[in-house]
């Protein structure tokens, strides 16, 4: 029996991230604080940077735009090292819990939403500065989901290139 499109949830349609999210704790839980504070390139930012950006971005995305998850998430955006304020360096047992608690609200809004749902648009959240509205514009649901995820390979690329170059399992473990 052909199911229904609006039977379908888009934890079924995006059930590949479920993996990612697991690939990425098992890449940063491992990691000693000097791992963390290695550079990806000699001008940007570090592997806990990067993956502080990840978990950042996750909430920014989901919770500021879209409203989803708790207001306890809210401060999570601060770990974000591309924000203008001071970000604090945290340890890969943190980063863990990061990755945890917004891949909870990631794979909760997943599992509420049928493709259906995709087509819905956000406008820019009246907490970004006009600038910042400006250029983001609106996007729709569909946009959103697809960017956080996209940039999450993305980075999750760059943590695990540099890791290989140090001789430690990347983002497919050993390989």
Do not use: C
Not at 50 to 71: D, Y
Request: charged share 20%; aromatic share 10%.
């Amino acid at each position: 029996m052909v199911q229904q499109e609006q039977d379908v949830r888009l934890d079924t349609v995006y059930g590949g991230w479920a993996r990612y999210q697991k690939m990425l704790k098992e890449m940063i839980a491992p990691l000693s604080d000097e791992q963390l504070a290695t550079p990806v390139s000699s001008d940007e930012w570090t592997i806990g940077k990067v993956a502080q950006h990840i978990i950042g971005n996750r909430v920014w995305w989901f919770h500021l735009w879209m409203g989803q998850g708790s207001a306890d998430l809210a401060p999570i955006m601060q770990w974000d090292p591309g924000d203008s304020e001071e970000t604090p360096t945290l340890n890969a047992a943190a980063l863990v819990e990061g990755l945890d608690s917004t891949w909870e609200m990631v794979a909760d809004a997943l599992a509420s939403w049928t493709p259906a749902d995709l087509a819905e648009v956000f406008p820019a959240p009246s907490a970004l500065s006009e600038r910042e509205q400006e250029f983001f514009g609106s996007n729709s649901r569909q946009w959103i989901i697809w960017h956080v995820f996209e940039h999450e390979i993305h980075h999750g690329g760059e943590i695990s290139l540099v890791l290989g170059n140090m001789g430690l399992p990347g983002i497919y473990g050993g390989f």
